[in-house]
Structures are given as structure tokens and as C-alpha cells.
């Protein structure tokens, strides 16, 4: 099996070659599944009918076998997609109704560049039976499923009657079309509450609410038959029960167009946020070889019976007494592919361009591996303080994956420079990491998060460092409600004990000491260093420090004392510094680079790497410390004393006015000047990322002014509305 | 050597103090009486206006002028002078002893910033509102004088209600002492003094006017508050008087330390060089594609300015006035440099009176102090309209050409988009005497947009469109100035930084020299 590090889709990473790839494999592999590859002729050229980090994932594999490649772009987006591939074509304008959604657009694409196969990634036309069908009229090849079992799989109802007939375990629920409201509510009284209500076209979490009641159950349908109809163009509902507390366990499939079938193990996909996935491991804590066999060959039935090919996946819900329904199949490639790849060996894209070629499966099941472990963090630009994560805007001022450790794969679409714009998926990349055992997966995640620099944008490391580390995530008790329950008053970042507040603490002082050291390092050209630069060297010989710490509202007495005198410049300042924190004593080492936004430390013989996103004159400094962000103010003792004499600055009153949460169109606004909100009615509706966000009034009042109209473009920050 | 405060000397004082008076009781009275009043005269000194007035200071949110020195000194550097000079004054009960205060209401002396040395004078709010007396007016010159002969620099921190009215036409007489002593040492040993260079300012409490809201609302029957009319954000963002505002003084002061540690100590020493831990051939990844396909698009200068800069450390100076241009201070692979840059997001970074003004002066600071000036180019032109040509824009627009063009220090410039018109050559171009300009292959240098050219060669015809598509051909690119050599090289954005750092080396012996005249004859 092969580790498939040369898969990421950074720029340096592109010329390994497939024998290099493997020199990272840190264990034997048991078999070669893809030797065969270079002498079955596939397609000369493929277009990628998607951007981002699918499309690049997609290139990479092209190139290991020798097809060109084809991007499709908007006229906004010509991020590292366009440049990976060997031709690019504009398909039109940002909005993806208008580009990555204009099937006449990549039509004329395809017929321009004489592609011969079309890979949709996923998402947009991936799950498109026209688009395979427009695909097929000119003969090229649609790589993914046949037409019929797009279509079959694509409609929740439909599918869960296939899957009833192939016998597999479905849940109890409303098999047809939900049309009204009312409708709604009369079927989620007859299967009993909680209910899901689900877009029927749907997928990624898009146009799905949860009902507990009558009134949640309107409101629901209204939310969802939009959602539904903004994102898919199709606006029909329907209703099953809702299985409280359930785990999402995924079995991937890969099918040829022979009849052969084979299931790839599972992938554990329980941690989400607003019904998208967070974090997704594989194989899952929780199955045994019996559970993991039984729903390995149920989805196999399922696949089967639609005449299925190419890669898919079967999601299943599973209860804490591990029955397991199903709940869709999903014919395309999964946004979590990665950690199937890594525990497989297998290269899914590349099966799925051999097997639309017609070619037969090289594999039995018998010689599907489970080897080691792999866990996967979405890195979104979005701010996890937000309900776990609103979307944010910006432009990718510094950015730099971790991949100088080993066993990480990155699979990212963007570079240092990139914009996140509101039309697309804020998704920065998907972070692999993979080890023999799941500690050894997870430690190396979390470093892996520590060493990612991530500038420009809000992004949510904090809240995935979080998730991997929590006790119930290490042990393995999760479940889909896993964030709502363990974050019940929302998510608040690390919270830091009190050795690692000391920690951090003195990490701040020494840092500051640093650039105060630093500062008098005035040089002049050999000749006139004293005559025209003057530096007084006296300074410098300070060995001691006293300082004053400022954490939140709390002020800390700090010591500081250079431990040994040697202290050297090569990349940046080697010192070691003795640290007094309220009374304990900490030891700070680091080869202190002030220009590196990455800041290792070795804190009490421990290595931590630290972050340094901002450090001011006025003593403020930012530090990234356990993936979260503290704000900390380092003053001399002399300099703290004074500026208790200076005025507060007084804060804005939030709660009378209401500004844009995020980036965004407003899609409704609900109130006018004069109109009397009660505390928790809607005020307006904003619209990101393809997601409804209804914004509410914290308190009763009388709305003053109305900033915005429907069909507004707004950005975060932006006041929408006044209270009095 | 003399770094020893007036704190431990006093201690020295007191323990001869005893000594002698155990040995030798008898014939040493009069002798203990002056190390008796040396003693109270120093400590009096150190208390200023009084405690009262002390606490009264600090909660109004503001630091007294020896807190202030001692906040903006290297620890223990301060050396003192003048502490026991009193005001002469014998008008309105000012003679009794309970109206004197050793030092009178402004302390002086030298001290150090980052080992650096500094003089600096402090006015002194507790005593008699800081207001300037001819005593206070003389400590000031005193250490003017010395620095202008070694070559130092001055700090003033001014907390002054204005001339002490008691003294009458005497304080007057200070003022003109002082003002006299600040012109006469910008050409020759260029002191730099926050009145007459830079000046910094607080937000709610510092307030700056020629005549107060009482005497306005007198003469001009105007109703404005005291913020309004001379606070830190009129001075910061409408009159463009003062260049920073900050939020109080400890702020103020920490950022004037490493504001300090940018600028040479005299206009005849060059300007410092930091040690670097930024490599100075980093390539800039993110500026391939910081500027945007459509040419009418904005983007943030700000963006290029920190991606470039070592540390991304940019002390950015007026950044509330006239915000369609970017001036301050940075480092480039450690050596200090004056930033210029066209701020696209701000009316499309166009040139009008605001910024013409304050582009000038910063580009005639960084000349006056032998800093290199590095010129981000991205200006569609001169600001139309009538507010403009009334306003004298050719006027003030001309006093950015004269800075650009009379400057010798090192001017490196770097055309990222626009360079349209008049505003591409006052933008320090190859034709004012750039030593080395760069193009992105985002430039276009032009008489002006592709759209208003055709409007005028094709006036009344048709195929507009298609005349637009040639111009565009044509000139909307980097190649019609790189063809007659205005441009020195058509540059990867991502080696923005290394090819600067490396010029910078160069140009760091260029010697230019002016003819000679008595003074250049800026279109004031």
C-alpha cells in the first residue's frame, strides 16, 4: 500500500513521481494495486468540470498517468487549478449558476479542447444525470456513474425504495413529496417528532433542517424548499425520522462496468457541524469486523442493484447499539476520499479513469487492506466562535502548509495570495494526517495544525485542535450532536490550565524581551559603527527583566533572567530565559526568529510551536498557543504601573444595533423602522456560501433604522439595523 | 558615565550627610545646610506642581513629565540639566517661594532610546499649567543648542497651556528663542523635534489650535467644541496637521521608542540599519497575484507594502489624511526606507491637493534625513473638478514633482498597475531621476485610460470598441516605457522584495549633488 503524500497538491510536491511517493511509506506494502496502470491506454485528455482542491486532486492524478489535463474557470477564480492543468478555459462569469453550473459553457469547453472524458469532482455537476447524459449525446465520457444510477441514487426518495427492495436497512420515514407546509407538518406528527427535513436533490448538508415540533417543522420546510431551490434548482422535500444522537459511518464502494463490486471499508464521519462534515477518520473506533463486513456487503447489494460503476459511497446512520440505516448513496467521488486512499493504498480517481474506460477491477475484496489510521480536518476560512463556523472573506496574505512533516498530505486548491471569496465553498484545504495506530494519527495531526500558517482569513484550527484533542474524541465517544454537546454555549476557544497559562505567559515575555533586545542591534558599516550610529552598548548587558503580563482581565508579575550568557544570531536569537510566573518557574528555549510567523519553543523541556500573528509597539502581541488565539499585553513593571493611570476605552453597545455576522447577500429583511422586536424574532435573513443565515434581535426594542435592502451586498461588520 | 539619576545621588548625599554630622559637629553648619538644600531643591524637582497636582494629572489620564521621560528613555539613562532653574518673575505674588518650583514647568536633559542618544524636554502640566516662562524657554534652547552640536536629535513632549501671562512679553520672547532654534537647525545639524517634523498627537485628551472655541464663537459666530476644532482627529484626518494619533500616553510613548529606532540621529549621519532576520531574497508568492485581472478593480497598497517589507514592520505615517496615498517608514534587509505608495482603494489612488501635499513633505523628510525613498506606483491621473483647480492642485501637485525630482537619496520605484499622465511622472519616474524603476506585467504606463484616449483621438466615429482594443494592445501594457528604457526592467512580482533589497546595497554609495543655490524654491 502507498501513503499518498504525493497526491497533495502544493506546487513542490508535483514532480513526484509515483516510486518516490511510496519512499514514504513507513511499513511494507502488501500488495501494488496500480503497476498495471501504464499499459492500459486510458483517455489522452480529461477536463476537470470543477475548481479548488478537487480539481487539483484530480490533475495530480492525471499527470501520474500521462493524460493532459483541462481546467475550467470562472472569471474570477484562477487559482492554483488553472495553472496545474495544461489548458484552461473561462466558462464564465463568479456566480457558479453562470460558470461552474453553465453546462453550455463546458460544453464549448469540451467540443474547444476535443477533451474525451469529463471528471466532475464533486459538488456542482457531479450528481448531474443531464450533464452525463449531454456527455454521453457527444460521446465523451462521463467519469463516474451511469445516467441511470445518478439518477436512481440522486433522489433520497427514490434510492431509499431501491435500497428497501436490495434489502438493505433503512429508516422509517415518508417515501414521497412533501408539498406544503401543512403537508409537512401532518407527516411529522405521523412518524413522530424529531423529524428530518431534507431537500430531495440534496447533498452536503444544503436545504436540511431538524424539527422538534409543529412550528420548527414550517419554518423548516419554508428554509429548506429555499436552500433547496438556490442550490440545486429544485425545491422538493421530504420527511423520515430523525435518529437522535446517531454516528455517520460511510461505507466507499468502488464498482467496474463488469459486475464487479468491492467495498473499501468505512469512513467515520461524525463530527459536523450544521450537518457538514468536520473531521473524518478512517477506519471508525466503533465497528467490529462483523459490523464493518455486514455493511460492507449491504452496500455492496445496493450498488449492485442500480447497476452501479465507478467510485461511490454508501452513508449509513449508525445508533448506539450499532444498527445501522441507511442514508443516501452518494455517486461521486467524496469530499473525504483521502482517508480511504491512505488506509487502502488505492488511488480512487485513478480507478474511476480506468473504470470508465471500461476496464475490469484489478482488486478481490480480500485485497482491501485496513492498514493504519488516517484522520482528515477540513480547514475552512470561517470563524468556529460563530455556531462552529460562519463564513469569512479575504485574501490569503501568508500561508504555509505543514508539509514538512511526515505523514501529512495536504489537499488544498489555493496559494499564498489566494482570495476566499463569497462564491464558493470556503474550504481552505483538507488536512491528512496518518499513522499506525490512531494516537500516532492524532499526535501528527496535531502538529500538523500547530505548523500551519494561515494569514488573511479567520479560519478554524482552533475549534478542529480542540476536537482531536477532547477527551471524548481521543476516546472515541462521538456522535453527530458531538459539538453542540460538548460545546453547549457555543465554541470558545482553548482553555488554558494553569501550567499551560504560565506556559503561554512566558512565552509572551520572553518574546517581548526578545524584540527588545533585538531593537538595539542597530549595525553600522564596518569603519564609523560608533562615529555615525552611536549605539550606547550598555543595554544590552541587561540580564534581567521585570514585567508585567496582561491575559484577558488579569494582570501577572513576570521575572525574567537570561539562563547562561551565550547568545548567538544566525537565523535569529538562541537564548534560553529563565521565567517567573506567579510565583512557579518556567524555562523558555528558542532559536528566536522574529520574522518567522512560526515560533518553536522548547517550554520546560517540552516542544511547542507557537504562532506570532501580531506584536505591536504598545506591548500587544498576538500568539497562537494550542490552535487558539490569545491576545496578551506585555509591559515593562515600570511601564504597567503607569498605564493603570490611563482611561478605559469604552466599548460600543452591541446590543442595539446588528451588524452582518459575515460576508454576504441579504436575502430578507423582515422588519422596518418603527416595527417592535421581541428578543429572538428575526430581523433578516443573510445569504453565504449557498447557506441561509436568519439574524435575530437580542432583545426587545423598537427598531430605529434600516440599513440595508434585500439583494444588498454586505460585508462583515457591516450595520445592518438599529435598535433604540 | 553619567548615567546616574538624581535618585542615587541623593542617597550618596544622604549617607555623607550623617557621616559628617557624627564627626565633625562643630564647624560644619553652614556647609550641611547647602547639601541640606541641594537635597529639598532636588526632591522638590521631582515632585513638580505638588502631589495634588500630580494625582490630578493622572486622573485626567495623563502622565506627568517625568513619567512620561522616564517611559520614553532607556532605563536609567536620563541625565538631567537645569533642575535647579527657577523662573525670574516678581509680578502678581510670583516672586513668593510658594510660586517657585525648582526646574520651573519644564524638565530637560539627554537620555537614550535603544542605546541611542536623545534630548528631550518635557513640559510640566503641575506646574503653572506648563505654561512657558522665560526660564522654561531657556532650559529648552539650552539643550537645542547642545544638540544641534553634537548632532542629536530633540524629543518635545508638550503638555502646555500656552505663554505664562504673568511673565507677559518675556514668555513671548521664549517663543520666539525657540522657533528660532528650530529653523536654523533643520538644514544643518537637523534635530528632530515633534513640533517642527513629525508631530504625534492623543486621541480626547490633546488639542491643538490657534485660537480656542470661546474666541471663534467671538469673532466668526461659529459653534464648535474644543475636539472638533483642534482634537486629535480634526489635526489627523481633516487638517493634516498632526501626522499620528494615538490612545493615550503610555501608548504614544512606546510607539515613539520604535518609531525612533527608524530615523538617523542627525540629517548628517545616514540612516540606521537593523539587524535583519528577514532573508533579504525571500520571494513574495503572494504579490503574482495581488492585483486583480479587471484593471478597475481595486485593491489594498497596504497589501504589497507589508508582503514586501522586512517583518512586514510598516510605521505608517497620516494614516487617517488624505488616504489615496501611503507614506512611512519600514526596513528593507535592515536598512531604513521611506515608503510612497498610490492607495488604489481609496478614490482609485488618484492625486489631488491632500495627497500631493502630504506626499511631498514625506519625500522631502526622507531626503532632509538620507533615507532611501521606495515609490509603489498605481495612480490613474489627477483628481478633475473645480474644488481642485480652484484649490491650486497644479500648484500643490507641482510640490510632489519638485520633492520627487530635488530628492538624492536612493529612489527605487515600482509600477504595479496605473501609470497614467502627468500623475505617472510626478510618481518618481524614470524622468525625475529614478535609479531604478520596475514594471509588474500588470503595468500600464499611459497618457491615460484606454477608454478616455479613443473618446478623444476618435472623437464622433464609430468602432469605438475596436480602437479601445488596440490602445489596450498598444499601451495598457509594460512595454511602451520599457522600449525607451522608463522603465529599467519588466519584474516578477514575487521578486519585488529581492531586487529591491539589492539595489538598495548599491545604491547605498550614491552620491548626488544639487547645484547650488541658497535655498530651493518649493511652489509653496
Partial sequence: WTFLTGVSVTMHACTHTHTLTRTHAPHTHTHCSYGLFSSSQTFDKILIANRGEIACRVIKTCKKMGIQTVAVHSDVDSNVHVKMADEAVCVGPAPTSKSYLNMDAIMDAIRLTGAQAVHPGYGFLSENKDFAKRLAAVGVTFIGPDTHAIQAMGDKIESKLIAKAAKVNTIPGFDGVVKTAEDAVKIAQQIGYPVMIKASAGGGGKGMRIAWNDEETREGFRFSSQEAASSFGDDRLLIEKYIDNPRHIEIQVLADKHGNVLWLNERECSIQRRNQKVVEEAPSMFLDADTRRVMGEQAVQLAKAVKYSSAGTVEFLVDSKKNFYFLEMNTRLQVEHPVTECITGLDLVEQMIRIAKGYQLQQKQEDIPINGWAIESRVYAEDPFKSFGLPSIGRLSQYQEPLKLSHVRVDSGIEEGSDINIYYDPMISKLVTYGATRAEALARMEDALDNYVIRGVTHNIPLLREIITHPRFVSGDISTNFLPEVYPEGFKGHHLDEDRCRELLASAAALHVTSQLYSHKILGTQSDLMLCYRVSSAPMDQNNWELCVELGQELHDIEISKSGNSYIFMNGLCLSLQVKVDGGQVEVCGDWNLASPLLPLTINGTCRMLQCLSKESSGNIVLQYMGTLFKVRVLSKLTAKLNSYMPEKVSEDTSSILRSPMPGTVVAMSVKPGDTVADGQEICVIEAMKMQNSLTAVKQAKVKSVHCQPGETVGEGDLLVELE | ?524
Fill in chain 2, 1 to 524: 558615565p553619567f548615567c546616574a539619576l538624581t535618585r542615587p545621588l541623593s542617597a550618596i548625599a544622604c549617607l555623607l550627610q550623617t557621616n559628617i554630622q557624627s564627626d565633625c559637629r562643630w564647624y560644619s553648619v553652614s556647609h550641611l545646610s547647602v547639601k541640606e538644600r541641594i537635597e529639598k531643591k532636588r526632591k522638590a524637582a521631582q515632585m513638580g506642581g505638588g502631589q495634588k497636582r500630580i494625582d490630578a494629572q493622572h486622573q485626567r489620564g495623563k502622565l506627568t513629565a517625568r513619567e512620561r521621560v522616564e517611559l520614553l528613555l532607556d532605563p536609567e539613562s536620563f541625565v538631567e540639566t537645569d533642575m535647579f532653574v527657577e523662573h525670574r518673575c516678581s509680578d502678581f505674588g510670583m516672586e513668593q517661594d510658594a510660586n517657585k518650583f525648582p526646574g520651573d514647568s519644564v524638565v530637560t536633559g539627554r537620555g537614550r532610546i535603544n542605546g541611542r542618544l536623545v534630548y528631550v524636554f518635557s513640559q510640566d502640566f503641575t506646574v503653572f499649567g506648563g505654561s512657558l516662562s522665560g526660564a522654561h524657554a531657556q532650559k529648552i534652547c539650552k539643550i537645542m543648542d547642545q544638540a544641534l552640536t553634537v548632532g542629536a536629535p530633540v524629543i518635545g513632549l508638550n503638555d502646555s497651556g500656552g505663554a505664562r501671562i504673568q511673565e507677559g512679553v518675556e514668555s513671548l520672547a521664549g517663543y520666539a528663542d525657540i522657533f528660532l532654534v528650530h529653523p536654523s537647525d533643520l538644514p544643518h545639524h537637523g534635530s528632530l523635534c515633534i513640533l517642527t517634523h513629525l508631530m504625534l498627537c492623543l486621541q480626547d485628551t490633546s488639542y491643538l489650535f490657534i485660537t480656542g472655541p470661546d474666541v471663534v464663537k467671538s469673532v466668526t459666530n461659529e459653534d464648535v467644541t474644543q475636539e472638533e476644532l483642534g482634537g486629535a482627529k480634526t489635526h489627523t484626518a481633516v487638517s493634516g496637521v498632526a501626522h499620528r494619533a494615538f490612545e493615550n500616553d503610555v501608548e504614544a510613548l512606546l510607539y515613539l521608542r520604535d518609531f525612533f529606532n527608524f530615523l538617523p540621529l542627525s540629517n548628517q549621519d545616514p540612516a540606521p540599519i537593523r539587524e535583519c532576520q528577514d532573508p533579504s531574497d525571500r520571494l513574495v508568492k503572494s504579490l503574482d497575484t495581488v492585483v486583480p485581472f479587471e484593471s478597475t478593480k481595486a485593491y489594498d497598497m497596504l497589501d504589497i507594502i507589508h508582503a514586501v517589507l522586512d517583518e512586514g514592520d510598516f510605521f505608517e505615517i497620516m494614516p487617517t489624511y488624505a488616504k489615496n496615498i501611503v507614506v512611512g517608514f519600514a526596513r528593507m534587509n535592515g536598512r531604513t526606507v521611506g515608503i510612497v505608495g498610490n492607495q488604489p482603494k481609496v478614490a482609485s489612488g488618484c492625486l489631488d491637493i491632500n495627497s500631493s501635499v502630504k506626499g511631498a513633505r514625506f519625500v522631502r523628510f526622507c531626503d532632509a534625513f538620507n533615507i532611501p525613498i521606495i515609490t509603489f506606483v498605481d495612480v490613474p491621473g489627477f483628481l478633475p473638478g473645480t474644488a481642485q483647480e480652484y484649490g491650486g492642485i497644479i500648484r500643490h501637485g507641482a510640490k510632489l514633482l519638485f520633492a520627487f525630482a530635488e530628492a538624492t537619496v536612493p529612489k527605487i520605484t515600482i509600477i504595479t498597475r496605473k501609470a497614467y499622465g502627468g500623475a505617472y511622472d510626478v510618481m518618481s519616474s524614470k524622468h525625475l531621476r529614478g535609479d531604478m524603476n520596475y514594471a509588474w506585467p500588470t503595468a500600464e504606463v499611459a497618457v491615460m485610460g484606454a477608454k478616455g484616449a479613443v473618446q478623444i483621438i476618435f472623437r464622433g466615429k464609430e468602432n469605438q470598441a475596436e480602437a479601445e482594443a488596440e490602445y489596450v494592445e498598444k499601451f495598457a501594457n509594460p512595454f511602451p516605457a520599457a522600449v525607451r528604457g522608463f522603465v529599467d526592467d519588466i519584474i516578477e512580482p514575487a521578486t519585488t522584495r529581492k531586487r529591491i533589497c539589492r539595489d538598495l546595497e548599491v545604491l547605498a554609495s550614491k552620491k548626488q549633488v544639487n547645484p547650488w543655490k541658497k535655498h530651493a524654491n518649493i511652489p509653496l
